[in-house]
């Protein structure tokens, strides 16, 4: 599925798409650019280490400093191949839903997969990235009623203020830095840092974790989500996206504005989010944070132009 040759990894498109998975909505570090010729560069910074992708000749390539070459493989989840998880998902939906008494009537009477095949298609080549913990927990409190731009820039001022300057023969950057680093700041420290009024749920997250922020992967996922619950800022939402893309936990559905759409064009009916959130992971399995990536890039990309159905 993959080969590396000197400092590179290169992967077919359509094993990793490169805008479908750093577009996405998973991650925040990142910036794209393009030359003269049209040709598009993505510089991708995670934890402490930098990368550079881009697509050539139908492959994508990422470069990285040989020594971070296998993190990268990791990063990308490269050695898990998405055929066999699509086609349980395809499986599951051809099967009648499961009887669970949470989940309304309605929503199990519907026929879903000619648009989850349509949203499939779309996002060929989308992968769930494998990502730092505490930093998706930062950044995703940071998410709270926000826009990308301003989470980016916000991260950006957090890394050069407190992460450590690092060289590469791809251009310096600043790490991530660590919950320690950050708990030792106060409240006002990021409010200068554009953080507003998340800057106290910052400091308080990052004391929290440099106490104990190891375990929580052993937990039954709705535990895992109740205790990330529990840091101020992370509603919900917020906490089927770190368990999906930080803990690997699959089995969540996180829900935002453009789910409620998928759900309405999905099953036909209003209501709760807490319901949504129940009757999307029933109908969609085990594999749930996959689905929902690939029907959320889907919607958001399309911008709504989608015929339900």
């Known amino acids: 599925m993959f080969s590396l040759d ?18 996405c909505g998973q991650l925040f570090r990142f910036t794209k650019s393009a030359d003269s010729g049209g040709h598009v560069t993505y510089e991708l910074i995670s934890k402490n280490r930098k990368c550079l992708l881009a697509e050539e000749r139908g492959m994508t390539v990422i470069r990285a400093e040989e020594k971070d070459i296998g993190y990268f493989v990791n990063y990308f989840d490269l050695e898990t191949s998405y055929t066999p998880i ?6 599951q939906l051809a099967a009648p839903p499961a009887q669970d008494p949470r989940v309304t009537r309605r929503s199990r ?9 349509r949203a499939f298609e779309y996002g060929k080549g ?5 990502q730092d913990r505490f930093e998706t927990l930062i950044s995703f409190i940071l998410s709270t ?6 989470i980016k820039g916000t991260l950006e001022r957090i890394c050069t203020a407190l992460g450590r300057r690092r060289e590469s023969e791809f251009g310096s950057f600043f790490t991530f830095p660590s919950a320690k680093k950050m708990a030792a700041m106060d409240e006002s420290f990021y409010r200068e840092l554009g953080c507003g009024y998340r800057a106290a749920w910052i400091l308080e997250a990052a004391r929290k974790a440099a106490r ?15 205790k990330l619950m529990t840091f101020k800022g992370i509603g919900p939402k917020a906490a089927d ?3 999906l893309f930080a803990f690997g936990r699959y089995d969540v559905f996180p829900v935002d504005t453009w789910v409620k759409k998928i759900y309405v064009d999905l099953f036909n009916e209003s209501v709760s989010q807490k319901t ?3 009757n999307l992971i029933n109908r969609f399995g085990r594999f749930s944070g996959v689905a929902q990536q690939f029907l959320f890039y889907y919607y958001r990309e399309s911008a709504g132009k989608i015929i339900p159905g």
């Not at 000197?6 to 577009?23: F, M, R, S, Y």
């Not at 009477?109 to 095949?117: H, K, Y």
């Not at 009623?145 to 301003?150: A, D, E, L, V």
């Open 241 to 243: 996206c770190i368990a």
């Open 145 to 150: 009623n926000n826009n990308i731009k301003r």
């Open 126 to 130: 989308l992968r769930l990235l494998k």
């Open 212 to 226: 104990n922020f190891d375990g929580p992967e052993i937990l039954p996922v709705e535990e895992l989500v109740e």
């Open 86 to 91: 699509l086609k349980e998902l395809r499986r």
């Open 276 to 278: 949504m959130r129940k």
């Open 109 to 117: 009477a519907r026929d879903i997969p000619p648009l989850i095949e």
């Open 6 to 23: 000197a400092g590179k990894i290169i992967v077919p498109k359509k094993d990793l798409n490169i805008q479908a998975t750093v577009e």
